[in-house]
């Protein structure tokens, strides 16, 4: 299929394993008029400067150069390398998207190349479906948690398939909604990884117990940094982690009109908001929204949500982009008419992610991805579908972003 680049993981598989096969990339091979050129420009660069030039590369590009020779592989497989690459480069985050399938697998859309790569999760076993885990990504690393127990938790590099299983979490198993986010030091490396768990108090509809769970990568443990009971909201499956402070979106139990269906709760991660004190922090919406998706763009908190009618709150009329300066949204854009129709009328019919200026946008009912870029102002599509196979009607489609880079591992 046009668009598709199915040497992707074959190449990432070589690259981890120090194997170099020169006869699995035609597109190597198809000119072999400038092979003569390449080869001699090759004998008289030194090493820092061939280093520094590739440097500058793509990141599916690094790896098609690390199979040209056992030089070029050498070198970009260096940890001088891996440092200059994460510095030199600007790599604009990708969008793997996937459905539900036998096998934990999917493609990954690059905006700079506009290619679809397939990329095989390292985390996810065979035996479970993909659609079956919860994902947050920061900084090249991606963290999955099972949608079954809600305690089974790993963090990898999807580029170079290093993974980590991490000890389940300090807190009961099965509650009725988790949110999963991470963040990672760009310095250091080290992350944390939090879980919001909310679970309903037996016999009390309108009291939920919510607590806190905070992974730190330094000391390798788990620690509850709030346990608190919420009078008519619940915590969902929303959740993210900017500049040292959590933001997840709660729920209302309780009923209430349209506006007063959603809130956003910030909690410093660092000072820890004394118990009792948690309701404070509510942020509301800002108009009725049928549903909300939290991202970091450059510590910034971002919300893409779905804007509901007036008269029916559960009917989605258009997407709109905000972000939060204070305790105030400001909205930054509004999907255009044309690019929302096929997007679907009730509540819930998207997914989204962001990082650094690109926000991804999805129906869960089609491959097709929609991408806005912040700094321009620009909506458009991914040059060709998703290549993604939908094997029933009733198939959904999701996704995540993260960031590709080769010189960080969990």
């Not at 859309?109 to 065979?126: F, S």
């Not at 009923?255 to 809130?263: I, L, M, Q, S, V």
């Not at 998706?293 to 910034?300: F, G």
Request: net charge negative; charged share 20%.
């Amino acid at each position: 299929m046009e668009g598709e680049t199915s040497w992707f993981s074959h190449c990432t598989d070589n690259f981890t394993s120090g194997k170099v096969e020169l006869d699995s990339f035609a597109e190597l091979n198809d000119e072999t008029d400038k092979e003569v050129d390449s080869i001699s420009l090759d004998l008289i660069l030194p090493d820092d400067l061939l280093e520094r030039i590739l440097a500058y590369l793509p990141v599916a590009s690094i790896f098609r150069a690390g199979c040209v020779c056992k030089r070029w592989h050498e070198i970009v497989t260096s940890k001088r390398f891996l440092w200059n690459s994460s510095h030199l480069s600007s790599q604009k985050p990708w969008y793997f998207m996937f459905t539900s399938s036998d096998e934990p697998a999917g493609y990954a859309y690059d905006p700079i190349l506009r290619k679809w790569y397939g990329i095989d999760l390292p985390c996810i076993e065979t035996s479970n479906l993909t659609s079956n885990w919860f994902i947050a990504s920061s900084c090249g690393l991606v963290c999955f948690m099972d949608n079954d127990s809600r305690s089974e938790l790993h963090i990898c590099n999807p580029i170079t398939k290093c993974r980590k299983g991490l000890d389940e979490p300090p807190c009961p198993k099965f509650p009725d909604y988790s949110a999963l986010a991470v963040s990672v030091n760009r310095s250091t490396h080290n992350y944390n990884i939090s879980l919001v768990k909310s679970k309903q108090v037996p016999g009390n509809f309108f009291q939920w117990d919510l607590s806190i769970h905070v992974y730190d990568s330094e000391t390798t443990m788990w620690t509850t940094t709030l346990t608190e009971i919420l009078a008519g909201w619940r915590a969902g499956d929303e959740s993210v982690i900017c500049d040292g402070v959590l933001y997840f979106l709660i729920y209302s139990t309780g009923g209430g009109g349209p506006d007063n269906r959603h809130r956003l709760i910030m909690y410093n991660l660092k000072n820890r908001a004394p118990h009792g004190l948690l309701m404070r922090s509510f942020v509301p919406m800002p108009c009725s929204l049928t549903c909300g998706r939290l991202m970091n763009l450059k510590e910034k908190l971002i919300m893409v949500g779905g804007i509901g009618k007036h008269d029916r709150a559960d009917i989605i009329k258009g997407i709109g982009i905000w972000v939060l300066k204070g305790r105030d949204w400001q909205e930054i854009a509004r999907m255009p008419h044309k690019f929302f129709q096929g997007f679907g009328e009730f509540d819930d019919v998207f997914a989204s992610s962001g990082m650094d200026d690109l926000i991804y946008i999805q129906s869960y009912g089609a491959p097709s991805l929609l991408v806005f870029d912040v700094n321009l102002r620009t909506w458009r599509w991914s040059y060709q579908k998703c290549p993604v196979t939908k094997r029933f009607p009733l198939q959904l489609f999701t996704g995540f972003c993260f960031e590709p880079r080769l010189d960080i591992a969990p």
